[in-house]
């Protein structure tokens, strides 16, 4: 019942709405900006630095995750970054996001890579949850900083 597959440009559309749907689930959708030609442009143009896996239950896709290369200068190797997981509610606990962590993992070992790295809203108790049962460990001695396009300088 679960597949999961490398999405394509035809899937843009499906992207776009799993981003929407997260932003909503995390109460977060006045900031998305992105369009379908956006989408479009920063997965599958010329040199994409960011990629997508979508999880089926059967024929429908029902959640994706979105991911990129980061390096670790420690390790001396490329790592992935998981940017966004979702699972549509309805398809929940039925081993999707389970599903798409794996697959990351798998694409991890067989490029060789050191980590696979998250962050989660500190709100979210079930996927905090739920990534604890999976042997992820926080990294609580960091502290996340960032510096937006209206502050670059």
């Given amino acids: 019942m679960i597949n999961i597959q490398k999405a394509t440009i035809v899937d ?59 390096y670790s200068t420690f390790l001396a190797k490329h790592g992935l970054y998981l940017e966004d997981l979702f699972v549509d509610p309805d398809y929940r606990s039925k081993g999707l996001g389970k599903a798409l962590l794996r697959a990351l993992v798998q694409i991890a070992k067989d490029e060789n890579l050191g980590r696979v790295e998250w962050s989660v809203l500190d ?16 990294m609580d001695e960091w502290t996340v900083y960032r510096i937006t396009e209206e502050d670059f300088f």
């Fill in 12 to 70: 843009a559309p499906v992207i776009l709405e799993f981003i929407k749907k997260l932003a909503i689930y995390e109460k977060l959708e006045h900031q998305v900006s992105a369009d379908l030609e956006s989408i479009k442009n920063s997965f599958f143009g010329t040199n994409p630095r960011v990629f997508c896996l979508l999880a089926y239950w059967d024929s429908v896709p029902v959640g994706f995750a979105v991911y990129f290369y980061n």
């Fill in 123 to 138: 709100w979210n108790t079930p996927a905090i949850d739920f990534y604890k049962s999976l042997r992820a460990r926080a």
